[in-house]
């Protein structure tokens, strides 16, 4: 039974159709890795998934509702970790991640951000304001994300970037962790896929001038 589905969707940029007549229906504990060239529209096709920009056409439907009449329900159940990291640089790793528990509802647990941060591997980093850190430790602080509460669908715009091997393998470990307790993962990465102990689905995009793909 599928979780998350995508009917009929399109999306177009101001130079021409991205994609069309795309349909995905995608159970609890899959990984789906969305591929394909630049301009293909990746980044467009997780901003339609996560909410944050409506389809041409189609719609998308999370646990069989369409989510544009659901949109407060969806969110409790969404971590979006886009190609920016989202973090204040003025703030420390430990003020962000506070800020970000507020910011979604949740009350404010320094115990659970210290185990984050550590497993994000930012232990020692905790009070250094973001705008020294270098950017694969920015990246971090938004990565830490993952350790903090429960969301079922996570939708995450090039997590390995500026993250180094050890990093990687943490994230790895991680998403197989959230699929085998039946999460959802939807991931971009110009990276080659780094190996993962779980079955990982592949929707490949075609070159944008091709106006039909489907998976």
Same mark, same amino acid.
């Given at each position: ?11 177009? /940029?101001? %130079?021409?159709?991205? !994609?069309?007549? *795309? ?5 609890? #504990?899959?990984?789906?890795?969305? @591929? +394909? ?70 009350? /404010?647990? %320094?115990?659970?951000? !210290?185990?984050? *941060? ?5 232990? #020692?980093?905790?009070?250094?304001? @973001? +705008? ?84």
């Amino acid at each position: 039974m599928p979780m998350l589905e995508v009917k009929n969707l399109a999306c177009l /940029r101001e %130079d021409g159709l991205l !994609f069309s007549g *795309l349909d995905l229906r995608i159970a609890p #504990g899959e990984i789906l890795l969305i @591929a +394909g060239p630049n301009g293909a529209g990746k980044t467009s096709l997780l901003r339609i998934l996560a909410g944050l920009a409506r389809p041409e056409q189609g719609a998308v439907f999370w646990r069989r509702r369409d989510i544009r009449r659901q949109r407060p329900d969806y969110h409790r159940d969404l971590l979006y970790i886009g190609h920016q990291t989202g973090i204040k640089r003025a703030l420390t790793p430990l003020e962000n991640l506070a800020f970000y528990q507020t910011a979604v509802g949740q009350k /404010r647990d %320094d115990d659970a951000i !210290f185990h984050a *941060l550590q497993q994000a591997g930012l232990a #020692g980093y905790e009070d250094v304001p @973001a +705008g020294g850190l270098s950017a694969g430790q920015q990246r971090r602080v938004a990565l830490a994300r993952l350790w903090l509460g429960k969301f079922r669908l996570w939708i995450l715009d090039e997590p390995f970037t500026a993250i180094d091997s050890a990093g990687v393998s943490r994230l790895m470990a991680r998403f197989a962790e959230h699929s085998a307790a039946r999460g959802i993962i939807l991931l971009t990465t110009h990276q080659a896929m780094p190996p993962c102990p779980v079955r990982i689905r592949e929707l490949t995009l075609p070159p944008a001038e091709e106006t039909a793909c489907s998976g």
